[in-house]
């Protein structure tokens, strides 16, 4: 299922409370500060979504 992550994650998350998702902040650009993947759960996630970094 590669590159389908967001998708996967947002749809098991169906109903639920919250969506916790870590970030390496990888994208195309040095001073991006979340990953392809935590962006598109932003822009989707029916559910409030927290993103921690390390």
Request: with cysteine.
């Amino acid at each position: 299922m590669r590159g389908r992550s967001a998708a996967e994650l947002r749809d098991r998350a169906a109903g639920a409370e919250l969506l916790v998702v870590g970030s390496h902040g990888r994208g195309g650009f040095a001073g991006m500060l979340i990953g392809s993947t935590s962006t598109v759960l932003l822009h989707t996630a029916d559910c409030p979504l927290m993103i921690v970094r390390s």
